[in-house]
């Protein structure tokens, strides 16, 4: 069975874009078969698509036409009995073309009296598709009824637009869902029992009447709106927690785009999503078609799919068993009311839960000045046992929205509950391998009994922290000693922090105060850090850009590049260098052999300090407890951290020979200008010495070198089979994949493809487009290329983690480098495991091959 649609724009804009549809299909199809008058004289509607055959769920099939009448809703209300002639001879044309059922969008049916006017001039039924626009609306908010948890005696909905027929289905049902109502109509209608009449008694106890929105800002939350004049509530005026749901076109709200605030919810309620079991047609291009309808267009599909020729959802009253009959139909073909979108773009749980505080009032309103109350809050919080859902909806709320967006579209959103070694444990006690050992921090495999006992003992034995400065610290004292004499070089002192970055920027401020020169030379792609100060030396533009301007006279330097770094160490304003020994986060790129002692020498030619930032290369992690020691350089100054303590306390240190300290701080007016309340307290150097010690005890650098060989070695016999592998680089167990899967002149390609499949003469059109245009397409088909290459990496960590249970990921600045940097603690048997996912995954993606 065919059916027709007849849509319109709800806004300007969309009414524009018809506007253009109609100009470019008609010179494409005046390109295509010549001038013809008659193809540009005028029209009644605007042809839109045809789905030549649509699928359902159930194998049942149809097909349609989709028109759009070229108009506005202001303009069609502005003279509807015109308009009502203009959709009879809409659904007349489509009548010719084969149609037996018509769809009226929006303020199509509205102008013929809900469709009962269109109707009875119709030769076909007709159907307004409100009913599973109802129906669509309806379960959106059951939906997050159940989200928030929501009791329907305790929230009043506000239904927007009552007694229109949509809003009417709606109350019906909600009312026998338990919820209070409280309805808002016209200004004008006066005559409330009129209007209750509608509604069948016994509900109306719990249903007020109001003709002015600001009667409802305050009481209610929850809203459902579906008027015709659209544009009725001010966004502004909801209440933290406010979630509307906006029915049916045009919106009811005062906004056209997603609101910027994030304590309110606005989501698209009249609409439907096919499943991918639903095939729409259109796939013979290879473009499928958004599974996404208004709930009035894929009511008409429904019908037609269930050969259903009669008249549906017409008038005033839609019956509620109807509206339920067309949503159980609609299900049955796969179209459902979920997932919630919000101006088109999709809401997840996450976005809804977020909301959840202003719905429990009775635990997360407490008097913030009684203390009993704070308490219990606390109480509760920490007592719940959260189910993942839980946390991820916290972590979005709370910490870093995109970053739980960001995990959950690589299906890499995990929560874990237990660590140990090199293994990690969801909450159903699933173990994964862990190969980002905390970004390098976990040399010693995660909670190492040694560290853990040590840090045990000290607590039960209540030893002092944080005393550093009223008191000298016996185990940070220890450890300031231990590490001079284990580091390369002539180190004499030790200044303690607690991260990387920290560590860094103690050493910018000792090579300022030392040299008295402002400027450091550092590499290109380095990463050191992203405070300021550390991020001024951060060879990274995509961590630079939003902090400028950073410290001044900072000198980059390419990498690998002797000429270029002698020619920045002779400036009179340079007086240090920073480098790592092998750049980590930068992709994991080792320098050419006699790089790192060139160097050295270059620095005591130009009197230039030398530091070393082995935060990521330090501790057995390259194959000797320190990658300086594969040179034999010997640095002014070195830092560490992550590891340092055995991944239980953060900790950094900055060493540097006792010569520069003096210089800088020595004196009773400097010895103080750089300090930190919670570095070099007892407890974290108390972890950190037994983390050397067991360092060293398990000669975990031997290890990491004869292992990483190994690893490197098996990795390189898989990727010498598959060109999308670049390199695979790196030393010890500081290993990195290098893809290198090439999408350049990919997309270029397909836009050409699509359009030589097309009729007319698409690359004039490209040819004739302006200058400007053309080069902003271009270069965003660029950026678009390598973004396609990032991706392709990306399903790396995706299928490690989802097929293999192995955790991976890219590394800070490049996106197309899977660091491997395992607990040194790893076994032969874990590196197998991982060998042979990598081995799989390659095989199963080598449909990428070039
Ligand atoms: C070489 C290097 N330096 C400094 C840092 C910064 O350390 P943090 O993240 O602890 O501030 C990192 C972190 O990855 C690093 O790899």
């Known amino acids: 069975m065919k059916f027709g649609f007849i849509a319109h724009p709800t806004s300007v804009g969309l009414k524009r874009y018809v506007k253009m549809l109609d100009l470019l299909q008609r010179n494409t199809q005046d390109q295509h078969t010549g001038y013809n008058r008659e193809l540009w004289g005028k029209a009644n509607l605007v042809p839109f698509m045809n789905f030549a055959k649509i699928t359902s769920a159930s194998g049942a099939t149809c097909e349609g036409m989709i028109k759009y009448m070229p108009l506005i809703a202001e303009e069609m209300i502005a003279d509807p009995r015109a308009i009502a002639e203009r959709v009879v001879a809409g659904v007349e044309e489509f009548v010719a073309d084969g149609a037996e059922l018509v769809g009226l969008g929006g303020f199509t049916s509205i102008v013929g009296r809900r469709g009962e006017a269109t109707a009875a001039k119709s030769p076909i039924p007709i159907t307004s598709g409100n009913s599973l626009t109802t129906y669509a609306g309806y379960k959106a908010l059951m939906q997050i009824k159940e989200w928030l948890d929501i009791n329907p005696e305790k929230e009043t909905v506000a239904i927007v637009g009552y007694p229109g027929s949509i809003c009417l289905a709606l109350s019906r049902l909600l009312l026998a869902e338990g919820f209070n109502l409280k309805l808002l109509h016209r200004a004008g209608h006066k005559d409330k029992a009129e209007m209750l009449s509608h509604l069948p008694e016994q509900y109306h106890h719990r249903v007020t009447l109001t003709g002015d929105p600001d009667d409802l800002y305050d009481e209610c939350k929850l809203f459902a709106g579906a008027t015709s004049a659209g544009g009725v509530i001010d966004v502004a005026k909801l209440q933290p927690g406010s979630i509307f749901i906006d029915v049916a076109l045009p919106r009811d709200v005062n906004v056209d785009a997603r609101p910027a605030r994030d304590d309110i919810l606005i989501i698209d309620g009249g609409c439907v999503t096919a499943t991918d079991a639903v095939k729409l047609g259109g796939e013979s291009l290879n473009v499928t078609i958004k599974q996404q309808l208004n709930g009035c267009m894929a009511e008409t599909i429904i019908l037609a799919l269930e050969q259903r020729r009669e008249n549906y959802s017409l008038g005033r009253y839609l019956e509620p068993v109807k509206v339920l009959e067309i949503g159980e139909l609609a299900e049955k073909h796969g179209f459902y009311a979920y997932p919630l979108a919000s101006f088109g773009e999709r809401i997840d749980r996450q976005h809804v839960t977020n909301l959840k505080r202003y719905y429990h009032q009775d635990i997360y309103a407490i008097d913030k000045g009684d203390t009993s109350q704070r308490l219990t809050f606390i109480d509760n919080i920490i007592a719940q046992d959260p189910a993942k859902e839980d946390t991820l909806d916290r972590h979005h709320q709370f910490i870093n929205p995109m970053m739980v967006e960001f995990l959950k579209q690589q299906r890499c959103d995990n929560v874990f509950r237990k660590a140990q070694g090199t293994m990690l444990y969801d909450n159903d006690g699933t173990g994964y391998l862990d190969m980002v050992a905390g970004y390098g921090c976990l040399n010693l495999g995660h909670n190492p009994s040694a560290v853990s006992q040590a840090v045990k003992t000290f607590l039960d034995e209540q030893g002092p922290n944080f005393i550093q400065y009223i008191s000298v610290p016996e185990h940070t004292a220890k450890l300031a000693e231990v590490l001079c004499h284990l580091a390369p070089g002539e180190m004499g002192r030790v200044f303690f922090s607690n991260s990387g970055t920290e560590a860094v920027e103690a050493a910018i401020k000792l090579a300022?105060?030392?040299?008295?020169?402002?400027?450091?030379?550092?590499?290109?792609?380095?990463?050191?850090?992203?405070?300021?100060?550390?991020?001024?030396?951060?060879?990274?533009?995509?961590?630079?850009?939003?902090?400028?301007?950073?410290?001044?006279?900072?000198?980059?330097?390419?990498?690998?590049?002797?000429?270029?770094?002698?020619?920045?160490?002779?400036r009179d304003d340079v007086g240090a260098l920073m480098l790592e020994p092998i750049q980590g986060e930068g992709g994991v790129h080792v320098p050419p052999a006699g790089y790192l002692s060139a160097v050295q020498q270059i620095c005591r030619d130009t009197g230039t300090l030398l530091m070393v930032d082995e935060i990521q290369t330090g501790l057995a992690r390259t194959g000797k407890l320190f990658a300086c020691e594969w040179e034999g350089i010997e640095p002014d100054v070195l830092m560490l951290s992550k590891s340092l303590s055995g991944g239980l306390l953060p900790i950094g240190a900055t060493l540097c020979r006792s010569d520069v300290w003096q210089r800088a701080y020595g004196t009773s007016d400097r010895f103080l200008v750089h300090t930190s309340t919670f570095g070099g307290g007892n407890l974290a150097s108390v972890a950190a010495l037994t983390a050397l010690r067991e360092i060293v005890a398990q000669d975990l650098a031997a290890r990491a070198d004869e292992l990483g060989s190994y690893f490197k070695s098996e990795l390189q016999t898989i990727a010498d089979q598959y060109p999308f592998i670049a390199e695979i680089r790196g030393q010890g167990l500081m290993l990195g994949i290098q893809f290198e899967q090439t999408f350049d002149g990919a997309v270029a390609a397909s836009a050409r493809e699509f359009a030589t499949r097309l009729p007319g003469d698409w690359h004039s059109t490209w040819k004739f487009l302006p200058d400007p245009v053309r080069e902003h397409l271009q270069a965003a088909m660029t950026r678009m290329e390598q973004t396609l290459g990032e991706m392709f990496c990306l399903k790396f960590v995706t299928k490690f983690c989802l097929d293999h249970q192995i955790l991976t990921f890219v590394t800070a600045n490049s996106s197309t480098v899977i660091r491997i940097q395992p607990p040194l603690v790893i076994s032969k048997p874990e590196i197998d495991r991982f060998v042979s996912a990598f081995a799989s995954v390659c095989e199963e993606l080598s449909t990428f091959l070039d």
């Open 512 to 570: 300022k105060a030392a040299t008295g020169k402002p400027g450091i030379a550092y590499l290109k792609n380095s990463y050191h850090g992203k405070t300021l100060g550390a991020l001024s030396i951060t060879g990274r533009e995509k961590h630079r850009k939003y902090f400028q301007p950073l410290i001044q006279a900072m000198v980059e330097v390419p990498f690998a590049d002797l000429d270029a770094l002698r020619e920045a160490l002779q």
